[in-house]
Nanobody
Framework: QWQLVESGGGFVRPGESLRLSCTAS????????IGWFRQAPGKEREGISC????????MYGDSVKGRFTISRDSGKNTVYLQMNSLKPEDTAVYYC???????????????WGQGTQVTVSS
């Protein structure tokens, strides 16, 4: 049995912050590269950030560089996405995924969570 569950989404105003969590059950996240992706209605899935299994390397999409931070807490079997200075264009369903390759390419990931909605609006 295994499961990835995203949490922490919600409704916020522009400029505010959210911290998303990706928690694994049934397997250890620290053995996998973890990616965060988002998808808005009518748009393709976009790579936001990823973190290597070691936790020592991270990548960020151009649209979120300088605003979002990915991190691991191995003790909680959780990967976080801290999102600061949120903009309306950040509105989307956010997904975490686990894979063997440190990459921003969605097809490389094997296991996906159900997603959590983030809405940024005045």
């Amino acid at each position: 049995q295994w499961q990835l569950v995203e949490s922490g989404g919600g409704f916020v105003r522009p400029g505010e912050s959210l911290r998303l969590s990706c928690t694994a059950s049934g397997f250890s996240l620290d053995r996998w590269a973890i990616g965060w992706f988002r998808q808005a209605p009518g748009k393709e899935r976009e790579g936001i950030s990823c973190i290597a299994s070691s936790g020592g390397s991270m990548m960020y999409g151009d649209s979120v560089k300088g605003r979002f931070t990915i991190s691991r807490d191995s003790g909680k079997n959780t990967v976080y996405l801290q999102m600061n200075s949120l903009k309306p264009e950040d509105t989307a369903v956010y997904y975490c995924a686990a894979g063997n390759i440190f990459t921003m390419r969605a097809p490389a990931y094997d296991y996906w969570g159900q997603g959590t909605q983030v809405t940024v609006s005045s």
